[in-house]
């Protein structure tokens, strides 16, 4: 299968992150999504601009990755028959971003495997998004750190987010219960296409290490939680209309830019399902 010569990639930034020019997806053949397949897992974030498409098209190309995820707390387009989008959306009268570091639904037991976003509305300026490496995260502790975190498992739960009684949760069309979800992962997980390791704890949902007392389990999350944030392993986007981001869930992070809450902003997200991290 030939590739298409039109098709071009472009790194944004060392550790992760590229542009892609020449191609729409909503018109993707087989050949096309072989390279972009291929550069997913090469820059693990891909950015699209200009992308004319509805939602359907939004759907049918995430669809090439695999199965659509439901979120079990979030789905505001239900009524509308789209119940695999996520809206993400803030302005001056609800100045809410998420604006710390973490991977998707890492407190289900198959976290996904990437989602597609799209900006339905950009802020002027501000409102950036920055993804980071987990694989750049892991490669630069020492190797003693390594081996230590290689055996261990962490506890992930909504208890600190979509749990809380104090939690507003906009547009909710799924689950109500406040009864925290859970599930328990690796610390350092496997890549099951690249077999690249990478670290797989973040601040949002991962709450202890089992099997450590909690003052250990505590010291241990915070180093990784700062060591995440090294701006090293990132890359940074700047959204316009009708832009769009690919990323691959298993070895990224990801948080918004809050320096600029008041300003409309307004993202719609498909998420692919993933599998049991190993």
């Known amino acids: 299968m030939s590739a298409d010569p039109g098709i071009v990639v472009r790194p944004i930034a060392g550790a992760l992150g590229a542009e892609v020019e020449g191609v729409s997806l909503a018109r993707v053949d087989d050949a096309g999504f072989a390279q972009l397949h291929a550069a997913f897992l090469a820059h693990q974030v891909l950015f699209f601009r200009d992308q004319e498409i509805t939602r359907e098209q939004q759907k049918a190309f995430a669809c090439r990755f695999g199965t659509l995820h439901i979120h079990p707390f979030l789905q505001p387009l239900k009524e509308l028959g789209h119940p695999e989008f996520v809206v993400l959306e803030s302005d001056a009268a609800h100045p809410y971003v998420a604006e710390a570091w973490h991977s998707d639904v890492t407190f289900a037991p198959a976290p996904p495997l990437g989602s597609l976003l799209r900006c339905v509305v950009a802020p002027e300026y501000g409102g950036d998004t920055m993804w980071a490496s987990m694989y750049a995260a892991y490669e630069a502790l020492s190797d003693r750190m390594q081996r230590l975190l290689s055996d261990l498992v962490a506890v992930h739960d909504t208890s600190k987010t979509f749990s809380r009684p104090d939690y507003r949760i906009e547009h909710i069309g799924g689950q109500r219960a406040r009864e925290p979800l859970s599930a328990e992962h690796p610390v350092i997980r496997t890549h099951p296409e690249t077999r690249r390791k990478a670290l797989f704890v973040n601040a949002t949902f991962t709450t202890s290490i089992k099997g ?13 939680f700062r060591h995440i944030e090294t701006p090293d392993f990132s890359c940074r986007f700047r959204w316009r209309s009708n832009s ?3 990323w691959d869930n298993r070895c990224t992070q990801h948080r918004v830019v809050a320096d600029h809450l008041t300003a409309p902003r307004r993202m719609e997200r498909v998420t692919i399902n993933g599998d049991r991290p190993f």
């Open 244 to 246: 769009l981001a690919l």
């Open 212 to 224: 450590m007392k909690s003052g250990e389990s505590r010291a241990l999350l915070e180093f990784l």
